[in-house]
């Protein structure tokens, strides 16, 4: 079996066994995107490209329930080292 093949194979198969990997369909076909342009998954994407991480933190630091969920979870300097400041309300 080629490289190629197996790797489809293992993604196939990894589809079928994560149902619920991510919400949404349109959350699934980020795997394609990112594949496309040279990563294995989200995580080496947003390690190598600091801006996208950045639009992420901006994104999420913007939703009131998402910054609470955050603050409930996290203390603060767990949270700036993930990039999140000044939450509080």
């Known amino acids: 079996m080629k490289k190629s093949e197996l790797i489809k194979l293992i993604k196939e198969v990894k589809a079928a066994v994560i149902k619920e990997g991510?919400?949404?369909e349109?959350?699934?076909k980020w795997d394609?995107?990112?594949e496309a342009l040279g990563y294995d998954e989200?995580?080496?994407?947003i390690g190598d490209n600091p801006g996208a991480s950045e639009s992420l933190v901006d994104w999420i630091t913007?939703?009131?329930e998402h910054?609470?969920?955050l603050l409930a979870r996290f203390e603060k300097d767990e949270l700036e080292?993930?990039?999140f400041y000044d939450l509080e309300e």
């Open 26 to 28: 349109e959350g699934r």
């Open 42 to 45: 989200f995580h080496e994407f």
């Open 67 to 69: 910054r609470q969920n």
């Open 81 to 83: 080292r993930f990039g």
């Open 22 to 24: 991510y919400a949404t």
């Open 62 to 64: 913007g939703q009131r």
């Open 32 to 34: 394609e995107v990112f």
